[in-house]
């Protein structure tokens, strides 16, 4: 059964300090790994997207890593700020082929920042 | 920069009534989606199009129904609202080297 689970459920971080929220997934066939950004009450805004081939990529405060052979995917957050205080969602494209690409997506880390 | 509206952000409708959802984009992809996001279950597909008057079914589909008559829009209708379709309902559309999908704010729909 393809599934994406993330953890923690949740999390309560300090400012200024650093975080990693993880993903598991089993999904084949495997096309590529998204982390979406969700703020309370808004739609999800993408913060990297990864290939197969790709094992790091960053945006900003942001990194993400995927080990394609464990199926581990993991987004560090460095210096958190409280406008990182989201839902971070985990998401992994299928490929089937064609013009669209099926999406399993998890249930998404809740994180606060306090100051 | 891709830009997803969606006509309402919250809406409260009473059972039974039919309820309209307007989603559009701005970027001329071909493909569209709805989901619906509830507290524990992450997102759910609903429907999708890949074209002008094509549709899908995802993996939710029971009581509702989309309309694509045009590439920019794509409706999510509600034929008999229920209270069990309270819910955040989530437009996308994709494309681009990875088919990335960029989601509208959403629509907080209420049924009484």
């Known amino acids: 059964k393809n599934q994406v689970e993330q953890s923690p459920q949740s999390l309560i971080i300090l400012e200024g300090k650093n975080c990693t929220l993880q993903?598991?997934?089993?999904?084949?066939?495997?096309?590529?790994l998204r982390w979406y950004k969700q703020d309370t009450g808004r739609g999800p805004v993408s913060l990297t997207i990864?290939?197969?081939?790709?094992n790091t990529k960053s945006n900003g405060r942001y990194t993400a890593t995927l080990d394609a052979d464990t199926k581990q995917s993991s987004l560090h957050i460095t210096a958190s700020q409280l406008s990182d205080s989201a839902s971070y969602i985990c998401v992994v494209s299928l490929n089937y082929g064609g013009a669209t690409n099926k999406l399993i997506f998890g249930t998404g880390t809740l994180l606060a920042v306090q100051p | 920069d891709v830009k997803v509206t969606q006509s309402s952000r919250y809406l409260v409708k009473r059972t039974g009534e039919k309820v309209f959802l307007e989603c559009v984009q701005d970027m001329d992809h071909e493909n569209m989606f709805w989901y619906r996001q509830d507290p524990g279950l992450g997102l759910r597909l609903i429907y999708f199009s890949y074209d002008v008057k094509m549709k899908e079914k995802g993996d939710i589909p029971e009581g509702y129904s989309v309309s694509r008559e045009k590439k920019e829009r794509f409706s999510l209708i509600l034929e008999s609202a229920s209270t069990n379709q309270t819910s955040m309902y989530l437009c996308?559309?994709?494309?681009?080297?990875?088919?990335?999908?960029?989601f509208g704010p959403g629509t907080r729909l209420t049924v009484l």
């Open positions: 990864m290939t197969f081939s790709e």
């Open positions: 996308a559309s994709s494309g681009g080297r990875y088919n990335e999908q960029f």
């Open positions: 993903c598991n997934y089993t999904v084949s066939p495997f096309s590529n």
